[in-house]
């Protein structure tokens, strides 16, 4: 099966640099995606790790190790807007859809 | 504007009766899932579909039904087979077929329906 592993809580500063970490552990392995949720709202998209490397989309990068079985997501100069739910997610066995991890809840204070 | 709608957003339901959530998507996508939401549980996958007319389970289908007569529409049903069914429901869509692996890491979530069983 699939399981993915990240923490629970990240808290930071407003302008700061916050790393969440995900590892995971799947019977076949299609890549690394992240997703954002604010308080009662909608998941949406962050970006896709396909291949090893960093991928940077604005403030946001993402990060994928296979070899390590592990990725992250890098926030850098964190506004409070950025305070949300993080989550990792990855295809199942047969590819057709995504397990998500149980998120991790960065609180960004002034 | 292309996206996904759910209804209704709140819904309380007594004990033993069936509620059936509505999710419609004009994104011309072909693959739709449904996820529930429960606190400090992340995103748990109930049922999802790549085609009209076929749906898979996904790990947490016990109580729960859907149909797919529709590319655009995907209800779900929660049962009263379903012990535990307050919770958040997310509805989502992907570009599957067009880019099978891709497409399918890429959802697009519609604003949740959320059940109370009173």
């Known amino acids: 099966g699939q399981s993915l592993e990240q923490p629970s809580e990240v808290t930071a500063v407003e302008g700061a640099i916050v790393q969440i970490n995900c590892t995971y552990q799947t019977s076949g392995f299609y890549g690394l995606s992240w997703y954002q949720q604010h308080d009662g709202g909608a998941p949406t998209f962050l970006s896709y790790?396909?291949?090893?490397g960093l991928e940077e989309t604005g403030r946001f990068s993402s990060f994928l190790s296979r070899s390590d079985s592990y990725g992250y997501l890098l926030l850098q100069e964190l506004q409070m807007k950025d305070s949300a739910s993080y989550f990792c997610a990855a295809l199942n066995q047969a590819g057709t859809a995504l397990i998500f991890g149980k998120g991790t809840t960065l609180s960004v204070s002034s | 504007d292309g996206g996904i709608t759910q209804s209704p957003k709140y819904l309380f339901r007594k004990e033993g009766q069936n509620v059936t959530l509505s999710c419609e998507q004009n994104l011309n996508h072909d693959a739709m899932y449904w996820y529930r939401q429960d606190p400090g549980q992340g995103l748990r996958l109930i049922y999802y579909?790549?085609?009209?007319?076929?749906?898979q389970k996904g790990d947490i289908a016990e109580g729960y039904s859907v149909s797919r007569e529709k590319k655009e529409s995907f209800p779900l049903t929660v049962t009263s087979a379903q012990k535990n069914p307050t919770a958040f429901y997310l509805c989502?869509?992907?570009?599957?077929?067009?880019?099978?692996?891709?497409?399918?890491?890429?959802?697009?979530f519609g604003a949740g329906s959320r059940l109370t069983v009173l």
């Open positions: 790790n396909a291949l090893d």
């Open positions: 579909s790549q085609i009209v007319n076929d749906f």
């Open positions: 989502a869509s992907s570009p599957y077929r067009a880019a099978p692996i891709e497409g399918a890491n890429v959802l697009t």
